[in-house]
Nanobody, 123 residues
Framework: QVQLVESGGGLVQPGDSLRLSCASSGETFSRFAMGWFRQAPGKEREYVAA????????YYEDSVKGRFTISRDNAKNTVYLEMSSLKPEDTAVYSC????????????????WGQGTQVTVSS
């Protein structure tokens, strides 16, 4: 079993930056690829970013490319999502997820999920 806890969400203004963290406990963190998802009210969940076990491969959804950066610290059992140039349309609940694989999972392959953290971008 893997437990995931997100933190770092909040209310920011357009153009601001924010860093989300997802702390993992349970099984060996480096066995898992990690992903970030977001869901805005009334919208489907979006697969925002993912990173493989060692950090050598990453995926980004088109709308966040160049603005968001996913990274991980296996020594701290934590994955991060650095978000910059935030826009109102980035407002959503952001959740992290994990899958035991050495590749980048597809959006429906994740086995473990956190509860999410709210990000609100508004002036």
């Amino acid at each position: 079993q893997v437990q995931l806890v997100e933190s770092g969400g909040g209310l920011v203004q357009p153009g601001d930056s924010l860093r989300l963290s997802c702390a993992s406990s349970g099984e060996t963190f480096s066995r898992f690829a990690m992903g970030w998802f977001r869901q805005a009210p009334g919208k489907e969940r979006e697969y925002v970013a993912a990173i493989n076990w060692g950090g050598s491969m990453a995926y980004y959804e088109d709308s966040v490319k160049g603005r968001f950066t996913i990274s991980r610290d296996n020594a701290k059992n934590t994955v991060y999502l650095e978000m910059s140039s935030l826009k109102p349309e980035d407002t959503a609940v952001y959740s992290c997820a994990a899958k035991a694989t050495y590749t980048l999972p597809g959006p429906y392959e994740y086995a473990y999920w956190g509860q999410g953290t709210q990000v609100t971008v508004s002036s």
